[in-house]
């Protein structure tokens, strides 16, 4: 029932967080198109104006043109008159070689003056003129998108219907896509005298990107949104992932707590059966083996329940370091010593390779040595044939590595991330002779970082363990 619902939960949140992605897409995706338009709009406007002006201006330097080829014509004729009269009066006034040559130059001032006359007239300055109405045009389409507050890059450019041309540009870098890509605006043709109208040009290089950032706050909050969203689903999944682990691993744990407990109480309870029996024969030998087996029985029931209560006091932070200075050479051999028998119990060899030169630490000395002989069960414990143990020392980069190898049914290399989780217990398949809290691997963990320090391990199933302890030395 749990993972029905869990499933139709996950479902139900996927479904509404795509939704609420989707809508907020179709609302950035309407909002860049009303600022498109409006866009469009202003420059629209302002491009109206412009060719308004234009057409104006182009009208007056019209009329003014024509105004200064008449006056050109009028002083034309004038020269021409002059000039006649005066090769003609000219000639009848000739009575030396003196007024021949006078005449001459005269008339070839008047010459002179006619010619550059006609080609002022002919040329009517076209050069100076198109440079002029380049910045002209650019100045009064500049001013005109100030007006509707455009502040862009933009290139223009003036194209021959007659010719089928661009006869103008602003910059010459964007031929094709004033060609192809650009606003387009008719200039008036000045009267059908002029034959097919021009057309005005308009393209902007960064419209795009000016659109977008005139949306730049609805684009940041939206991206924030589209994180928040994504980030809580991804975390509500996970904390739903991490509950239902949690909930198995706390299942796990009391059956586990209940199993161990139950096999000591049960000892102890037909010690004591055995004990107040009066069909069996008491003798003294027989009191001190029931005897002992309570109290060993009574001491695992201690170390369970110590193991537990000191785990909870590490969540709730309250543990607190008996610290001194240690040599952990010192804490290594009483490890060993204390494990020593049950290995040869179990036909295996637990050796030592100690090899640091710098073994000064600072910790609790009592937990440290839990740490090492936490390990040392595991390494016991998790072996099918004879356990072959080593442990070995050596010193790196200010601190000193402790290394306990074993040879292990080993760790599959997707549990080696979990193994220090907290009721987190290695899945053994179809073996059930491995018993345990999950806790041994969290305390290590614990106190160790609790020294500053650090432990990893290296393993691959069937090949056996190294887990590795680094303590900075006391310098």
């Not at 004038?78 to 003196?98: K, P």
């Not at 393993?459 to 056996?464: A, D, F, Q, R, V």
Request: some cysteine; charged content about 20%; glycine content about 4%.
């Amino acid at each position: 029932m749990l993972k029905w619902s869990s499933t139709i939960i996950f479902i139900i949140v996927t479904i509404a967080t795509i939704g609420l992605m989707v809508i907020q897409v179709y609302w950035i995706r309407d909002a860049v198109k009303v600022k498109q338009a409006v866009f469009l709009r202003d420059v629209q406007q302002s491009m109206s104006q412009v060719v308004f002006n234009l057409d104006k201006m182009r009208i007056e330097n019209r009329l003014n043109k024509q105004r200064k080829n008449y006056q050109q014509q009028q002083n034309l004729k004038a020269i021409r008159d002059s000039l006649n009269q005066l090769f003609f009066n000219g000639l009848e006034n000739i009575n030396s070689q003196t007024d021949l040559d006078i005449l001459l130059q005269s008339t070839d001032k008047a010459n002179r003056a006619l010619s550059q006359l006609t080609i002022s007239f002919s040329k009517v300055d076209a050069a100076s003129f198109l440079l002029n109405k380049k910045e002209l045009i650019n100045t009064l389409i500049k001013s005109a998108l100030a007006e509707k507050k455009i502040n862009i890059d933009f290139e223009f450019g003036i194209y021959s219907t007659a010719t089928n041309s661009i006869i103008l540009q602003k910059t010459g870098k964007y031929p094709d896509k004033l060609v192809n890509e650009s606003y387009i605006y008719d200039l008036s043709p000045l009267g059908p005298a002029f034959g097919y109208p021009n057309k005005l040009l308009l393209y902007f290089p960064n419209e795009k990107r000016y659109v977008l950032n005139q949306l730049w706050l609805l684009l940041l909050i939206s991206i924030i949104l589209f994180i928040v969203i994504i980030l809580s689903f991804y975390f509500s999944i996970h904390t739903i992932n991490r509950q239902k682990k949690l909930s198995v691993m706390k299942n796990d744990f009391i059956n586990n707590m209940t199993h161990e407990f139950k096999t000591p109480i049960s000892t102890i309870s037909l010690a004591c059966e055995a004990l107040k029996d009066s069909d069996i024969k008491k003798s003294e030998s027989l009191y001190d083996n029931y005897i002992g087996v309570i109290n060993d029985e009574n001491k695992r029931l201690s170390s369970m329940a110590e193991q537990i209560l000191q785990t909870a006091i590490m969540d709730k932070g309250q543990l607190k370091l008996n610290e001194e200075e240690l040599n952990i050479h010192e804490l290594i051999k009483a490890a060993i010593d204390s494990k020593n028998i049950q290995v040869e119990s179990k036909k295996g060899k637990l050796q030592s390779n100690l090899l640091a030169f710098n073994t000064q630490v600072v910790g609790d000395k009592i937990h440290l040595t839990n740490v090492i002989i936490n390990l040392l069960d595991n390494a016991i414990k998790y072996n099918l044939s004879y356990p072959e143990i080593n442990i070995n020392t050596v010193n790196r980069n200010g601190s000193v590595l402790i290394k306990i190898k074993d040879n292990g049914i080993g760790i599959n290399s997707s549990d080696q991330k979990k193994i220090f989780e907290k009721l987190y217990r290695v899945h053994t398949g179809n073996l059930h002779d491995f018993k345990g809290f999950g806790l041994g691997l969290s305390y290590v963990k614990a106190i160790v970082e609790m020294h500053k320090g650090d432990v990893s391990v290296e393993s691959e199933l069937g090949k056996g363990s190294i887990f590795t302890i680094k303590l900075p030395i006391n310098k």
